[in-house]
């Protein structure tokens, strides 16, 4: 894939679980030489690590809720700190409440930025739960699968990098996935509200086929970032 080149830019990617954030943030990555930033593979890490920020995280991230900001905040903020981030970056799955939003905007405008889009990724929530309950992504590329949506062309040979070895989130299961859904209502689906007051916001239909979706957002991106 050819790497367009832009300013650096701050994109957030909102959605509920499912709806294909991950997958079209590694998208993006690849395109438009962005830096993929994903507070769930961050909190995973710390988890997978046993930091005192993992072991207080875990409970929670079983459970289908939001860990509090405070953890959330200063391992993003660690994150942002590394000087590939100067790139531009895509937030998978941040910001999540609005006390993340307004945290976001408080470190960004120490530095003179902005946010430079929010790209909501609208979905049906029936569909959500299944998606979420049969997803697995390869555990050396991590390219995404899903048990009936989307297998390996060869069963059990990732198509990418040709890996056998594939992972399951402890987390995508449907009584989690339910618990995630009802979070996202709740505590996230309001800074759709928060970003378009601030004039940065866009829709994207996100129940297509995902080239589709990848191009809409693209194209999206090439607009906000020129
Ligand atoms: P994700 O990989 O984005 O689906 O996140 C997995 C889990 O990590 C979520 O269900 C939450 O428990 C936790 N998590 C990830 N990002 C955040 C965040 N920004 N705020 C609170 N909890 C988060």
Request: aromatic share 4%; with cysteine.
């Amino acid at each position: 894939m050819t790497e367009v080149t832009t300013r650096p830019a701050v994109l957030i990617l909102l959605g509920p679980p499912g709806a294909g954030k991950g997958t079209q943030a590694r998208m993006l990555e690849e395109r438009f030489g962005l830096v993929q930033l994903s507070t769930g593979d961050l909190l995973r890490a710390a988890v997978a690590a046993g930091t005192e920020a993992g072991r207080a995280a875990q409970s929670v991230m079983e459970a289908g809720g939001l860990v509090s900001d405070d953890i959330v905040l200063a391992i993003l903020k660690d994150r942002m700190a590394e000087p590939d981030v100067a790139k531009g970056v895509i937030l998978d799955g941040f910001p999540r409440t609005a006390g993340q939003a307004a945290a976001l905007d408080a470190l960004l405008a120490a530095e003179g930025r902005e946010v430079t889009a929010a790209i909501s990724l609208e979905v049906d929530d029936a569909a959500m739960i299944a998606r979420v309950a049969g997803r697995y992504t390869c555990a050396t590329c991590g390219e995404g699968y899903h048990d009936q949506f989307k297998t390996p062309a060869i069963a059990g040979t990732c198509d990418k990098c040709g890996g056998t070895a594939f992972k399951r989130r402890a987390d995508d299961t449907a009584e989690t996935a339910g618990a995630r859904l009802a979070a996202y209502h709740a505590q996230t689906a309001p800074l759709i509200a928060y970003y378009e007051g601030k004039g940065v916001l866009e829709r994207i239909d996100a129940m297509g086929a995902i080239e589709e979706i990848s191009a809409a957002l693209s194209s999206i991106v090439s607009r906000v970032s020129a």
